[in-house]
């Protein structure tokens, strides 16, 4: 009974060793990634993560596919959407928990419901995918102990294609176009930058003022002007801001 008891020690033991997991190596970094134009990496060393960020529409499609440089290098891909969620992994098969290394990965999301920047992470290592309890980027770690593991090292291509829902392709400079203009639309939606914009300011934006709070007065240069009441100000050569709803007077003062 005893050396039983002593086999199954041995047999946990062993069994935690194999799957325990190690420090994720320094990578390159998040990177930028566009559609259609293949980008190019290296692995130099074990248990490495590569994350590359690209911006997609609701309704397109991501295919992704890493190529390998010779013959050794094995890798993994899990796709993550704008929230940090795991959408889907490449493995060759369905292992436990795992999302295993392979020769050649690939990854077809589906049709894709959210706007925003998605990542997608290249690895040299086993993914765990945490028995899908909490299936994000921030908790999802690496596991190379073993060759079964452990993709080795070396250079490789991202290829990443992008679908219309219709199929046709999206190009790259549309998705920087569409990108920009969401950008530009959230700063504008943020900060209105003169008063014609917002239509309820009694400031200008360039313009200095004597604001009286209470007993005090002090002279301002406007900088910019938000929609909520808020602005911007240079006061004694610092950088404030300024609720002008809340002061008792506002005097322009001449050019």
Known sequence: MQKLINLLIILVSATFVSFSTVPLAQGQGERKAQCNIPVKGEFSQQAEDHIYQIYMEPSQRLKIAVK?????????????????????????????????????????????SARGNY???????????????????????????????????????????????????VESS???????????????????????????????VGKNYEVTFGVSTEVMAILEVRSDGWAKVDRRGKISWLNINQVVLITPLED
């Open 68 to 112: 390998r440089t010779g013959e050794r290098l094995k890798t993994v891909i899990v796709l993550y959407d704008p929230a940090g969620v795991r959408i889907i992994g490449s493995s060759p098969r369905e292992y436990r928990h795992l999302f295993l290394v392979s020769d050649a990965p690939t990854i077809d999301s589906g049709l894709l």
């Open 119 to 169: 990542q997608i992470r290249v690895a040299n290592a086993t993914v765990d995918r945490n028995y899908d309890y909490h299936p994000d980027i921030k908790s999802e770690v690496l596991i190379a102990n073993d060759s079964a593991h452990s993709g080795g090292i070396g250079e490789y291509d991202l290829i990443i294609t992008c679908e219309n829902e219709d199929g046709s392709r």
């Open 174 to 204: 549309s998705q920087a176009t569409v990108t920009s203009q969401n950008q530009s639309a959230t700063a504008e939606n943020t900060l209105q930058t003169s008063h014609n914009e917002t239509g309820s300011s009694i400031v200008e």
